[in-house]
Each structure stands twice: as C-alpha cells, then as structure tokens.
C-alpha cells in the first residue's frame, strides 16, 4: 500500500528555533499533501494544503510565516516552524493523496515537537 | 469549523465483546472515512463509505452511514486488546472540496 513518511518522529530544541518536518510519499507521487496539528487527547486540525509547485493554502487562523511550507516535487512537502516558542509543541501530521485525487489520504507517523 | 463529532468520547469493554462508535457530522459529503490511531502515531485508514452507500463491511469492521440523519456507526465485533486504539471519523464535503474535516475521537480501550 501507499507509504508516507514522516522525519523527524520525535524532536526537542530550545525556544526560538526553526524546525524543519519533511513529509515524503515513498510510492507514490502526490500533488496535495496536507498538514495537520493534534494537541493531546484532541482531534486532528488541518493547518494547511500543500500544493507541488505553488503557494500552499493555510486555514482560518494559521499564520503562513510562523509555518513556512514548500512544496518542490511531487514526493516531498515541509513544514518549517519558524522561530519555534513551548506554544508551538504539539504533534504535526501530514497526509497525501495519489495524482489522480483518489481517497483515502495516506497518513505520515506525525512528528512530536517540544519546544523548550 | 469542526464537522464530526463522535460519541462515546471513550469506551472501556472486555475482549471479546463488540464495541460501537457513532460520528454526526453537519454537512453535504462525498464519503465518510472511519481512522485508527494508537498513542502517539499517526492515522490508519479502516474503511470507506460512500454517500450513496449505506453500510459496508471489512473483517471485524462495520461501519453504517445515514445521510438523512448525517450520522455513521463504525461497529468492532469480537474486539480484542490490540484493538485498543483512538477512532476518528473524517468526512470531505461535495464540490469537490478535498480537505478532511475529523471528528473528535473515541478512545477505545479493550481489556484483556
């Protein structure tokens, strides 16, 4: 099956770093990847879409310049947390869908983020 | 805003029994999608309902959609301790709109 991987899975660094997250599809070429934030014990958010080769499309709330994401093949998207504050930890998730649209979006492993 | 919202948010039950999971949502959709997800990792895709269909079966899994009520049921049967996971439900909306909007979650946990 489709195979979305995640890195970093697990990362801590000080407040007022940039932490780039790379979301690969390894079998698979993906013209849409999506990002997502889930605090514990909640639900997945959609922070954003991201598009090969354009300007990703941030959600209601999502500062686009806080969360840097580019979008350069067809295989990778990345989330960069710019300046990085305890705020910003939280569990990142990203998902892909194939170039022909179809459901269902395959997950990555997510990445923890603490912040410290 | 936030379309799927599930009840129970959580549910303890023995092995062996069968557990049952509802999601309401608000709007028009294409389909409704039923996910896994164990502590700490990312979402597992269970299965895939149609609006147009009205139940469908994978293995142990049931999940039922009633588009006149905007409601779905993912049933487990015989659980066992393995399964003990959080389930989410995501529907997409109609107009082509591909982005999921997830419900709250139900954390089942299934004792041995």
């Known amino acids: 099956g489709a195979v979305v991987s995640q890195h970093p899975s697990w990362v801590i660094c000080k407040s007022g770093t940039s932490v780039k997250i790379e979301c690969r599809s390894l079998?698979?070429?993906?013209?849409?990847m999506f990002w997502y934030r889930q605090f514990p014990k909640q639900s997945l958010m959609l922070m954003a879409t991201?598009?090969?080769?354009?300007?990703?499309?941030?959600e209601q709330g999502v500062e686009k310049d806080k969360f840097l994401i580019n979008h350069a093949s067809l295989t990778l998207s990345t989330l960069t947390v710019t300046s990085a504050h305890p705020e910003d930890s939280s569990f990142y998730i990203c998902s892909a869908r194939d170039l022909q649209g179809a459901q269902p979006q395959h997950f990555g492993d997510g990445t923890r983020l603490s912040i410290l | 805003s936030q379309q799927g919202e599930e009840d129970p948010q959580a549910l303890s039950i023995q092995e062996g029994e069968n557990a049952t999971m509802n999601c309401s949502y608000k709007t028009s959709i294409n389909n409704l999608q039923w996910y896994r997800q164990n502590s700490g990792r990312g979402l597992v895709h269970l299965i895939l309902i149609r609006s147009n269909e009205r139940e469908k079966h994978s293995g142990r899994l049931r999940v039922t959609l009633d588009t006149s009520k905007k409601s779905s049921s993912l049933l487990i049967t015989a659980s066992r301790a393995a399964d003990t996971a959080s389930y989410f439900c995501?529907?997409?909306?109609?107009?082509?709109?591909?982005?999921?909007?997830f419900g709250k979650g139900t954390k089942l946990t299934v004792n041995p």
């Open positions: 995501a529907t997409d909306g109609k107009g082509g709109s591909e982005k999921l909007v």
């Open positions: 991201s598009n090969e080769g354009s300007k990703a499309t941030y």
């Open positions: 079998d698979f070429q993906a013209t849409t």
